[in-house]
């Protein structure tokens, strides 16, 4: 990462770069509202009435309803899953690594949480050795990840749910790039001049260009960074790419640019 650039953006003066924000400005308003109104669309969705399921929790088997805490709404995250690796997906790893303060949810009447396809042990052992903080189910017993679109070794997903009683409903599901709109990283990234230097995106000749991916920090990374032996030093222990032979360039989950989906 960190390519030596070759051209850098034209200097120019105040009132012409005034003129120029002005103008992005204008598509990022008409972006925002089409947000708005994206929103206001997901608010008038009807919703699937769900069987009743059962899920492995850190306490042991907890029906779907009972996940909820008795909230009313629930998120769940995927998280992509491969036995016997010692490395899980560095995407969905990196990106739910960044939610260690979710209490504001209470006030929604909200909660999110993790559901992954390996076992609650081993699940559980793996978010201690990451450092994640948030709370893992398993659904390695239960059809619940296939029938959500997280089937056991292939993809992630993110679903929302309604509680009524002891009654769940979906209401909203989404995967690949949908779940970027959900991260912090990319939008922060995308804000900087050279944005993510990734090969598939459209730059300027000259910007820094990298493999996809090349950037991301990988599972054992984020160990490092946030475990419970890991370490301040902000740089990353690069790889190879990946340490999962499992999670390949195409599944390193959260968020994969492909830009056609």
Same mark, same amino acid.
């Given at each position: 990462?960190?390519?030596?650039?070759?051209?850098?953006?034209?200097?120019?003066?105040?009132?012409?770069?005034?003129?120029?924000?002005?103008?992005?400005?204008?598509?990022?308003?008409?972006?925002?509202?089409?947000?708005?109104?994206?929103?206001?669309?997901?608010?008038?969705?009807?919703?699937?009435?769900?069987?009743?399921?059962?899920?492995?929790?850190?306490?042991?088997?907890?029906?779907?309803?009972?996940?909820?805490?008795?909230?009313?709404?629930?998120?769940?995250?995927?998280?992509?899953?491969?036995?016997?690796?010692?490395?899980?997906?560095?995407?969905?790893?990196?990106?739910?690594?960044?939610?260690t303060r979710l209490?504001?949810?209470?006030?929604?009447?909200?909660?999110?949480?993790?559901?992954?396809?390996?076992?609650?042990?081993?699940?559980?052992?793996?978010?201690? +050795?990451?450092?994640?903080?948030?709370?893992?189910? $398993? @659904? *390695?017993?239960?059809?619940?990840?296939?029938?959500?679109? #997280? /089937?056991?070794?292939?993809?992630?997903?993110?679903?929302?749910?309604?509680?009524?009683?002891?009654?769940?409903?979906?209401?909203?599901?989404?995967?690949?790039?949908?779940?970027?709109?959900?991260?912090?990283?990319?939008?922060?990234?995308?804000?900087?001049?050279?944005?993510?230097?990734?090969?598939?995106?459209?730059?300027?000749?000259?910007?820094?260009?990298?493999?996809?991916?090349?950037?991301?920090?990988?599972?054992?990374?984020?160990?490092?960074?946030?475990?419970?032996d890991g370490t301040?030093?902000? +740089?990353?222990?690069?790889?190879?790419?990946?340490? $999962? @032979? *499992?999670?390949?360039?195409?599944?390193?989950?959260?968020? #994969? /640019?492909?830009?056609?989906?």
């Amino acid at each position: 990462m960190n390519a030596t650039p070759t051209a850098l953006p034209p200097v120019v003066d105040a009132d012409t770069w005034r003129e120029q924000l002005d103008e992005l400005r204008l598509r990022e308003k008409a972006a925002t509202h089409e947000l708005d109104a994206i929103a206001a669309q997901r608010r008038r969705l009807p919703m699937v009435r769900l069987p009743e399921y059962t899920l492995a929790g850190e306490d042991g088997p907890v029906r779907l309803a009972d996940v909820f805490e008795g909230r009313s709404q629930l998120i769940t995250y995927h998280h992509m899953w491969f036995p016997g690796e010692q490395w899980q997906c560095g995407g969905c790893t990196g990106f739910t690594s960044q939610y260690t303060r979710l209490d504001f949810l209470d006030t929604y009447d909200a909660r999110f949480v993790v559901v992954t396809q390996g076992a609650i042990d081993e699940a559980l052992a793996y978010r201690d +050795t990451v450092g994640n903080k948030m709370t893992w189910y $398993s @659904t *390695a017993d239960s059809p619940f990840g296939a029938d959500m679109g #997280a /089937p056991a070794g292939a993809g992630f997903a993110v679903n929302v749910f309604l509680r009524d009683g002891d009654t769940v409903y979906r209401t909203w599901h989404t995967d690949g790039r949908g779940t970027e709109q959900l991260t912090h990283t990319f939008p922060l990234i995308d804000l900087l001049p050279w944005g993510r230097q990734e090969e598939w995106q459209d730059s300027p000749a000259g910007w820094p260009r990298n493999t996809t991916y090349e950037g991301w920090l990988d599972s054992p990374d984020i160990a490092r960074l946030y475990g419970p032996d890991g370490t301040s030093d902000p +740089t990353p222990a690069r790889t190879s790419g990946t340490t $999962s @032979t *499992a999670a390949t360039a195409g599944e390193r989950g959260a968020v #994969a /640019p492909q830009v056609t989906r």
